[in-house]
């Protein structure tokens, strides 16, 4: 893996125990079926509204082709109104993941 993405999420207020238990029973696990690798997510610590999501990639055509094939899939549908609805706003970070973080990662 070469890329780290970093997805910050501002969330809906209220939403954020839904939003969690969706992706963590739900969606992570989809991404992972679509060979998404994602390292780590959950609610942030400093905002009540804010959620993070991070996952790697081999390079940023790997990103945006399974990125594309993810929300463009059958699966996907069943949780893009629920899911959208929640997210008030959201940036995303792309980084070089270095041979620290690997380590850190174990990516």
């Not at 238990?21 to 780590?40: D, H, K, N, Q």
């Not at 399974?66 to 706003?89: H, N, S």
Request: hydrophobic share 35%.
């Amino acid at each position: 893996m070469s890329l780290l993405e970093i997805r910050l999420f501002t969330l809906h207020p209220g939403t954020r125990e839904e939003f969690d238990r969706l992706s963590r029973e739900e969606t992570v696990p989809l991404m992972r079926r679509y060979g998404i690798t994602v390292l780590t997510g959950g609610p942030t610590l400093n905002d009540e509204d804010g959620y993070c999501l991070v996952r790697a990639f081999a390079s940023e055509e790997e990103r945006i082709g399974l990125q594309k094939r993810f929300y463009a899939g059958p699966e996907w549908a069943a949780y893009d109104k629920p899911v959208t609805e929640m997210i008030a706003d959201y940036k995303t970070v792309v980084l070089p993941l270095t041979p620290e973080l690997r380590r850190r990662f174990g990516a």
